[in-house]
């Protein structure tokens, strides 16, 4: 069994017992978390497609830790001119384990 589940943007594809990182969601380690927003469903071959969402079903996560990309740099500079910036960003993630699929 496994869905395709939406947050923070974007789709992810999870069955139970998956490990993934997501944009950051509030809570601490040891928490759990529920999507209701499921876009896709599959029940041992039995496809279901939300129009947009798939009602009554739900995905639980457990929150394994709270934690940071690696950094990105960002450099600006404009030739000629003695302009250059050089700046960082670590994206804030979550992650999760995958506990359970409930369809509806």
Do not use: C, W
Not at 6 to 16: H, L
């Amino acid at each position: 069994m496994y869905a395709v589940i939406k947050t923070g943007g974007k789709q992810y594809k999870v069955a139970s017992g998956d490990l993934l990182r997501v944009e950051k969601l509030e809570g601490a380690a040891g928490e759990s978390v529920a999507f209701d927003q499921i876009l896709l469903l599959d029940d041992a071959g039995k496809l279901t497609i939300g129009a947009p969402l798939v009602a009554g079903a739900t995905v639980t996560a457990e929150i394994i830790a709270q934690a940071r990309d690696p950094k990105i740099l960002i450099f600006k500079k404009k030739r000629r001119h003695k302009y250059r910036r050089k700046n960082g960003h670590r994206q804030l993630q979550t992650v999760l384990r995958v506990t359970g699929i409930k369809a509806a």
